[in-house]
DNA sequence: CGTGAAAAGATTGCCGC
DNA sequence: GCGGCAATCTTTTCACG
């Protein structure tokens, strides 16, 4: 499962489909070069083992009036590991946190976050999040504009490293 | 094309295509309670007026050989719009950039940026993001492990927030 | 992996509200 | 404008070589 090998077309099927997901299965059966039975059998087996985790339509947030993104720079007061995942589940049980990474160096947690507009953020941040157990220092930075936002890996990288070493 | 008003349904239509984006459009239809037809031209129209940007096949990074992921702060030296837009170009043009937001306070940008190994995001640091043109400072932060990523945004929110409204 | 056939889904046109 | 029905075409899916 881990250290499970693919080949050039299951890489051609990830590619295609992280760019677009919603692609029938006989267009990605003729991109890859294969028949369409043999692809959606790629497919499945791509998906039980875990390569592809999911399928998400990208929505504008903004237009759907999610106004406010912060990113939140989390510090906590214990770094042990009990502490660290229990802050961890406390983010899962957030809806406006979307995002939650362990980071190295002075800051322990950073999260991306939504929200439809700044009192909402505000209330959050001061009702729930700063003042979670365990919360040391929050330090938020807003969203002034977005620039590039692109899902997933750039395989392009991937197949050119693989060409070298191959 | 801005304001336009979505019904309960398209909310519906929205939340359930960013949860499962491959989902048929029978299925979808029958979660959202109308036939097919209705449901795709709905649907269409979503993609057509820009709340549905694309759809996108969640990938397992790690498993794919992205063992770094990087948060990167940068600073520039001079803040003036075409400054600001050129660094933002060239962010668009490095493909171990996945993200590049603009935030307000300290820092100028922060990027999220992946890479198959260290070795070469320290190439990438050095060789183009430190030396680029009006690159004051850049902070990275490695992710040492990643605890929620939950593409898009929280339907729930929107729908309690409206119901309130309404 | 491919072929072929049967089932399921997508899509269009038309009707009524 | 909206959704539903019915016909048609495409895609998915399974059995088999």
Redesign the pocket.
Known sequence: MAGTRLDA?DRKILAELQADGRM????LAKRVG?????C???VRTLEDSGFIKGYHAQVDSRELGFEVQVFAMVGLVSQAEADLTAFENLCRSWPLVRECHMLNGEVDFILKCVAPDLSTFQSFLTGQLTSAENVASVKTSLVIRGAKDEPGVPFDILEERLSRTA
């Open positions: 077309i029938t299965n006989v267009e294969i028949s369409a039975p043999p959606l059998r790629r």
